[in-house]
């Protein structure tokens, strides 16, 4: 064979792997431009670390620590800047309100949610007694909690409830049922402060959202597995997450209507989490082939896939959106202690 058709075949070869990895990378659907960089990592003392958030001025990082503590940290540096004390069992949930700095805490069982004030650290309040915590949130304007879970004393049945912040006392018990149809594991307030929403495991698997006017349920939305983690939209209308069953889902939230399902995980998906700008979210899995991965709404395509098998069980975006902080944890490996990762984003 001459060189011009060595040449030609070379070509040939060339043109058509390129057209495969064209095709590839097309099936992938990644949105182009779309990245995220570690700004650094925070490996913890303890191994049993489940969530972290940011603050709304999107300064400060806010872990539940396996000594009991709520950390405070520099959101750029990773410096700490406090600790608040005051848990004396395992730290489960921690949520922040959008406008009035109160910052809610609770252990797994046993013990009242703590509401802080985050400029001072200070102890403000306690409030809904749970056997077993399961979820809560916190109005924007910080007056309203909203918890889940089994109330102390309880055996068979979960609640999902509403507390005045200010005078700690209960408003309404929007659900109780047992235990083995309802467990309401991932409660969030719309944006606009009209309705909470729960993302409902084991057989009523689905997504609930009452109004918070009328105290009533509006809808329930039907879901083919249980729903873990659910994320409203900035503006309200849409609710993305999903739980068992590995796929990424958005929901019409007035309607109840499946949007879109988007293929990606591996595994349960155990985090969720809108960027502020709309378009995109992102979700976290217990052991997909990503640490994470960022979805888009537009396209109704997976924008991003951080690679590294690991278990990621929460993620939240910072307010202004330059910031999405990941924590990767061993679920009590005392040898493999828990990782806070911190990104910085371009979406």
Known sequence: MNFHSRFVCRTRTFLVLSVLLLSLVVSTGYTEGVF?????????????????????DSKTLITLNGDQSVGLWDLQTGKLLKSLAGHKGRLMRVVVSANDGLLATGAFAGEKVKIWNMATGALVGEMANFDDLASLALSND????????????????????????????????????????????????????KHLAAGIQNKSHSIMIWDLATQKLLITIPHTHDVIAIDYSPDSKKIAGGGMGSIACVWDAQTGKLLQQMKGHTDHITGASFHPGGRYFATTSFGSKSRFRVWDTQAGTQAYAHEGRTRTHNLTFSRDGKSLAVVITTYGNLGDPATLEVYDTNL
């Open 36 to 56: 995220t960089s570690l700004r650094y990592s925070k490996r913890m003392s303890e191994a049993f670390v489940l969530e972290a958030t940011i603050s709304p």
């Open 142 to 193: 910080g007056q309203i909690l909203a918890a889940s879970g089994i109330p102390s004393g309880q055996t068979k049945d979960c609640t999902v409830e509403l507390w005045d912040v200010a005078k700690g006392t209960r408003i309404a018990v929007l659900a109780r049922k047992p235990v083995e149809q309802f467990y309401p594991g991932s409660l969030r307030f719309s944006p606009d402060g």
